[in-house]
T-cell receptor, first 113, second 117 residues
Framework: GNSVTQMEGPVTLSEEAFLTINCTYT??????LFWYVQYPGEGLQLLLK?????DKGSNKGFEATYRKETTSFHLEKGSVQVSDSAVYFC????????????FGKGTMLLVSP | GAVVSQHPSWVICKSGTSVKIECRSL??????MFWYRQFPKQSLMLMAT?????????EQGVEKDKFLINHASLTLSTLTVTSAHPEDSSFYIC?????????????FGPGTRLLVL
């Protein structure tokens, strides 16, 4: 079956530091890949996505590239802000019609001033 | 963007009682809603898929008689945890799919934390 593995947190960074949160997946075929973010007290929000190999998703300064050869979708940001503190979830969806989302365990990011 | 609300945001109940959690799509009609469960430091685990006007589809290992799901309207789905026990304590998250968007347009509620004493 499908599965997603992401690095355990918390990840603690100072403001303006470089961020990488690793995510690898196991799936058959060509899934779509997502990063969701959950701010304190709020629901999960779609941060970015990529639907095919070598696609790069980007939003709010965050980027992730769909690497089929390494089955990875690592999240990066060049300069984090305190407001980026949240829990980040990597997820995939199979490519058959209305397949459901499979999530990683989530990685908490804490950014200090 | 679209909003999905959940009520209550947290609930404490005694063992043996039933608890109902509501999930509403506030500005779109959701033909499909999902219920997830999340334990500390664990993934969101899909419990069931709820389609308006029909029976929910439960994932393997989820007791349908324990977790009753009703999707009576296009904007409301409810999850009732019947005869709750301490092991049912968890974070329950609902999600709604906007049929007017692409398949990946799935919006999440803020979650409901359940503590069974």
């Amino acid at each position: 079956g499908n599965s997603v593995t992401q690095m355990e947190g918390p990840v603690t960074l100072s403001e303006e530091a470089f961020l990488t949160i690793n995510c690898t997946y196991t799936a058959t075929g060509y899934p779509s890949l997502f990063w969701y973010v959950q701010y304190p007290g709020e629901g999960l929000q779609l941060l970015l996505k990529a639907t095919k190999a070598d696609d790069k998703g980007s939003n709010k300064g965050f980027e992730a590239t769909y690497r089929k050869e390494t089955t990875s979708f690592h999240l990066e940001k060049g300069s984090v802000q305190v407001s980026d503190s949240a829990v980040y979830f990597c997820a995939l969806r199979g490519n058959s019609g209305y397949s459901t989302l499979t999530f990683g365990k989530g990685t908490m990011l804490l950014v200090s001033p | 963007g679209a909003v999905v609300s959940q009520h209550p945001s947290w609930v404490i109940c005694k063992s043996g009682t039933s608890v109902k959690i509501e999930c509403r799509s506030l500005d779109f009609q959701a033909t499909t809603m999902f219920w997830y469960r999340q334990f500390p430091k664990q993934s969101l685990m899909l419990m069931a898929t709820s389609n308006e006007g029909s029976k929910a589809t439960y994932e393997q290992g989820v007791e349908k008689d324990k977790f009753l799901i009703n999707h009576a309207s296009l904007t409301l789905s409810t999850l009732t945890v019947t005869s709750a026990h301490p092991e049912d304590s968890s974070f329950y998250i609902c999600s709604a799919r906007d049929p007017s968007g692409r398949p990946e347009t799935q919006y999440f509620g803020p979650g409901t934390r359940l503590l069974v004493l």
